[in-house]
């Protein structure tokens, strides 16, 4: 089975910066689009930042400027930075990738379970 665990969440000040990262693992043959979405308490999820294998990049719009998505395609795995946070950014943040299995060849999308980002003084 195929599953994406992300990483790199914590508390962090006002003004500060950190780096998640999602890695795919499984019986993977390759991964297409990815991206990073979140959720913030009261609030519906959310479209922060989207891939593509060739590189192309999708922002939401409030966002542009603070949080750059990466990938590397050896690794399967995403990346998004974020600086210069704020209190509102405080949120779970979900990875989400299409992947395609090796056994299968089927593409399908998956979610990770999320990483808690916590931006407070």
């Known amino acids: 089975q195929v599953q994406l665990v992300e990483s790199g969440g914590g508390l962090v000040q006002p003004g500060g910066s950190l780096r998640l990262s999602c890695a795919a693992s499984?019986?993977?043959?390759?991964?297409?689009?990815m991206g990073w979405y979140r959720q913030a308490p009261g609030k519906q999820r959310e479209l922060v930042a989207t891939?593509?294998?060739?590189?192309?990049?999708n922002y939401a719009d409030s966002l542009k400027g603070r949080f750059t998505i990466s990938r590397d395609n050896a690794k399967n795995t995403v990346y998004l930075q974020m600086n210069s946070l704020k209190p509102e950014d405080t949120a779970v943040y979900y990875c989400?990738?299409?992947?395609?299995?090796?056994?299968?060849?089927?593409?399908?999308?998956?979610w990770g379970q999320g990483t808690q980002v916590t931006v407070s003084s």
């Open positions: 989400n990738a299409d992947v395609a299995s090796s056994w299968t060849r089927t593409w399908r999308n998956y």
């Open positions: 499984g019986s993977i043959f390759s991964c297409d689009a």
């Open positions: 891939i593509t294998s060739g590189g192309s990049t």
